[in-house]
Every structure is written in C-alpha cells, then in structure tokens.
C-alpha cells in the first residue's frame, strides 16, 4: 500500500507553533514513528506553504498512491481549488486536522474539501495521521457486509 500525507501551510512549524493547539512534536518525529509502526505501508510526506504545489500534488497522486491524507491547513476554509483537485481525482483522500476546528473560530467552520473526501478526522491531535491511515487499512481488509 502506498499512501501520501499532503500538509498545508504552516505545518511546517509543528513542535514550535501554538504548542497547546498543536502539540510539541514535530511532523518529522511523528512521521518516523508511523513509518516505523507500518513497515509494510510506503509513505510520501509532502508540504508546502503555496497552495499551487498543493494542488499539483494532489493533481500527481492520482493513481500514484491507494490513499492520500490531506492536512490543507487555512486552505481548507478558503481554497476551492483545492476541493476542485480532490474531486477531480480517483484516489480516495481522508481530511485530517489535528485540533477540532469545529470547537475553534467561526471561519474555520467552513471546509471547501470536505464535500469531496472519503472521510474527515479531526481534533486527536497529530495522531488524526495514524487514524487515517488505519481508515485505509480497515478499508482493505473489511468484509463486504452488503
């Protein structure tokens, strides 16, 4: 299984931003430890503060990848863009964000991607990543129940 974490603006900051929102560990530190917890699972890490290369990669994963999981950041409540790219695509993508931003101001209430996901995780902190990719793993393996 190949799955792709797409991160946003200012995830880049994780472990020096707004600790209490955001925790004290770094993306980079968490990423080893999920690499190392799915050894069977190949992961590509991607982030970027401009919203055009968000796009292209979301735009390059389809098919490249059995799962994309998207941290838009702030591009969430204001990039239709971005939802134009993951509806455009067939990969299935899982929305994560790791406050809840239901429980946050009231702009970030609104969400131009989750319209067009397989599924929305949010508020467990960093972990909203392992959840989402254990999304993927449920998924392909789950009995057919219909």
């Known amino acids: 299984m190949k799955i792709a974490i797409i991160n946003g603006p200012n995830l ?11 925790g004290a560990q770094t993306f ?14 190949h992961f590509k890490a991607f982030q ?6 968000l796009i292209n990669f979301i735009q390059q994963s389809d098919a490249a990848f059995d799962g994309v999981i998207l ?7 204001t990039s239709v863009g971005m939802g134009d790219a993951i509806r455009a695509i067939d990969t299935p993508v899982v929305e994560v964000h790791i406050s809840n931003t239901l429980a946050r101001e009231d ?9 067009y996901v397989k599924g929305l995780i949010v ?3 960093i972990d909203v990543y392992r959840l989402a990719v254990e999304s993927f793993l449920l998924e392909s393996h789950s009995p057919n129940l219909s």
């Open 12 to 22: 880049n900051l994780l472990g020096k931003r707004e600790n209490t929102i955001y």
């Open 28 to 41: 980079e530190e968490y990423f080893e430890l999920l690499q190392k917890s799915y050894a069977t699972i």
């Open 48 to 53: 970027s503060n401009i919203e055009g290369e």
């Open 71 to 77: 941290n838009a950041a702030a591009y969430t409540h």
């Open 107 to 115: 702009f970030r209430h609104k969400s131009y991607i989750t319209p």
């Open 123 to 125: 508020g467990f902190g």
